[in-house]
């Protein structure tokens, strides 16, 4: 493979975040971010194992007739491959490899009922986790405050304090399947994002700072590598200053947006690590 950063953005049947994303990824120093609809995987002129981080972009896969993601999640863990295999097979080969894998909103919901997050055990077969409807019952589109774990693994968040970052959805809250299970997501440190208060003080569970009601406050989840992270808040919508909400009015706003953080430590990690 090429010593250049490659990034896939996923697009198709809904999904409509994936030009944000790309351009994110490169404006934090991927070498190549090509958006590529699913189609192009399913009839073989594109292939996973020629990138390194693959994104999956927010949206409304198939129009969450069937519950957010989950017809997505059924596609991608059952659709063939023109000349053999299944795309799953190409995920799995991906995430054995060591790659990068990153699930924004909608594709956060992928990723959990695909059974890719959390994956206690290694077990990225099974969902142990899924993402339901918003305690308010509404949509919600507001800016967050997310408090950052230091103990986790994710690459994504290294270094982070706390975050700024937008959600707009309607089944954003994370519920684990068994108290158990959401204890192995807690002793792992495997939350690395949780909405907070204002001054990132800590996790909260107060509306309209969490604003679905999740588990733990939590807004992001990790598996034990650290490699497949997804979160419902959009850092790709918050990559330049003018981005945020309030930036004619905040005098000190750096140029680089927040959300830009998460993709730079993933092109810094694969450069380091996979190149």
């Known amino acids: 493979m090429s010593k250049q950063v490659r990034a896939i953005v996923i697009a198709g049947n809904g999904t409509n975040c994936e030009r944000e994303v790309a351009h994110a990824c490169r404006i934090a120093g991927a070498d190549v971010a090509d958006i ?7 009839a073989g002129r594109a292939r996973l194992d020629d990138y390194h981080f693959l994104n999956l972009a927010g949206g409304f896969l198939d129009g969450d007739d ?14 063939p491959v023109k000349g053999g295999g299944h795309l799953i097979d190409q995920v799995r080969r991906f995430i054995e490899a060591g790659k990068l894998v990153m699930g924004v909103c909608n594709g956060f919901q992928l990723m959990v009922k695909m059974g890719l997050l959390p994956a206690l055990d290694g077990d990225y077969r099974r969902q142990s986790a899924t ?8 949509f919600e589109d507001r800016w967050t405050y997310l408090k950052a774990d ?9 270094g982070l304090e706390g975050i700024y970052l937008p959600v707009r959805h309607g089944e954003g809250k994370f519920v684990a399947e068994s108290p158990q299970a959401l204890e192995r997501i807690e ?7 949780k909405y907070s208060d204002p001054g990132y003080e800590g996790p909260t569970m107060e509306y309209p700072f969490n604003p679905n009601g999740s588990q733990n406050a939590i807004a992001g989840v990790c598996d ?51 190149l």
């Open 224 to 274: 034990e590598s650290g490699r497949l992270f997804g979160l419902m808040p959009h850092p790709e919508a918050y990559v330049h200053r003018t981005h945020h909400p309030r930036w004619t009015r905040e005098e000190d706003l750096p140029e680089e947006g927040m959300g830009l953080w998460l993709y730079q430590n993933a092109v810094r990690f694969i450069r380091e690590e996979l």
């Open 36 to 42: 590529v609809h699913i189609a192009e995987l399913l």
């Open 187 to 193: 002793t792992g440190h495997l939350a690395p994002l």
């Open 150 to 158: 230091s103990a986790s693994p994710c690459i994504y968040t290294r």
């Open 131 to 138: 993402l339901t409807f918003n305690d308010g019952g509404r």
């Open 66 to 79: 069937l519950g957010s993601a989950k017809a997505g999640a059924n596609r991608l863990l059952n659709a």
